[in-house]
């Protein structure tokens, strides 16, 4: 177990979300060059770098503790932040979730056979949701007095027997259906965040890691769905060619030993791969290589 007050101070000291969103964002930091492993049962994933400590805790936590210079840094939900009020620097919008690259939603639900139509219908009601503040916000500019309670999980199955409705957080809708629930209305879009606290955003040597990691992320996250072609083309084929391959900018072409042939490498998007190769290949390309990403820097 680490001594976490007994760090040096220049240990970058980091929150990771433990749950839901643990797998999708240690498999995102691999990516980006971090590599935690994490031990059944403990809570201090290890990392081959001994300026950097992590703790993994709930999303729901990691705001306040980044306000409170527990954390130097952390990733959670720009929800959370809201939720907890939290005073922090938000570095960087990294758009990931548990199953998708797709920003999640707080809705609010309610029964498929509730008379509940609207947000004004929910006057004098009960609501049941993690985010109390964030739906008392909600209700409160829209002039409706109903009562939030916290819930504790479970939170679908408490409509319509406990509440007369839920605001939950969903990503695909597939727990709200599967629960007999219907969207009444979107109260917010959350996506994952980096966040520093602001002590150490104003630590010049923590502030360039801090950068640092935002910036591998952000590469990390764009190389999703995308990935690498290198294929070599007859000079007199390359205009040919060109016509059939798309590219983030310009593919690179490299002379060949010889002078007739021309290597080619552009990035493209994963989707259009099983499309693109036969016209490539009927466009006079041989030797035709894809390769996953892991970053993409601009």
Not at 27 to 44: C, D, I, M, N, T
Not at 83 to 90: G, P, S
Not at 158 to 175: M, N, Q, R, Y
Request: aromatic content about 6%; hydrophobic content about 40%.
């Amino acid at each position: 177990m680490v001594d976490w007050n007994g760090l040096d101070e220049n240990v970058l000291k980091i929150g990771l979300p433990k749950g839901s969103l643990q797998e999708a964002t240690l498999r995102l930091l691999a990516k980006a060059g971090f590599h935690f492993s994490v031990s059944e049962r403990s809570y201090f994933p290890s990392i081959d770098d001994p300026d950097i400590q992590a703790i993994l805790i709930r999303a729901q936590e990691i705001a306040k503790y980044v306000e409170d210079g527990v954390f130097d840094v952390g990733l959670t939900g720009k929800d959370w932040i809201l939720e907890n009020r939290a005073d922090v620097i938000e570095v960087g919008e990294l758009t990931y979730a548990k199953l998708t690259m797709r920003p999640v939603k707080w809705v609010l639900a309610v029964p498929n056979d509730s008379p509940i139509k609207s947000v004004e219908d929910l006057q004098g009601k009960r609501v049941a949701t993690e985010i109390v503040n964030l739906t008392n916000d909600f209700l409160q500019q829209r002039g409706i007095h109903a009562d939030v309670e916290f819930s504790w999980g479970a939170t679908e199955v408490k409509a319509p027997t406990l509440v007369d409705a839920i605001v939950e957080v969903t990503e695909t809708g597939s727990s709200l259906r599967a629960n007999n629930l219907r969207i009444v209305e979107v109260l917010l879009e959350s996506r994952t965040m980096l966040i520093a606290n602001k002590e150490s955003w104003c630590n010049e040597s923590k502030r360039e890691r801090i950068e640092n990691l935002n910036m591998l992320l952000q590469g990390a996250i764009l190389a999703e769905g995308k990935v690498g072609l290198k294929m070599n083309v007859k000079k007199a084929e390359l205009e040919s060619l060109m016509q059939q391959l798309p590219a983030m900018k310009h593919p690179t072409i490299s002379p060949l030993h010889g002078g007739d042939w021309v290597a080619v490498e552009t990035i493209v998007e994963e989707s259009t791969v099983r499309k693109i190769i036969p016209k490539l290949k009927r466009a006079g390309a041989q030797d035709i290589i894809e390769y996953p990403l892991n970053k993409v820097i601009y």
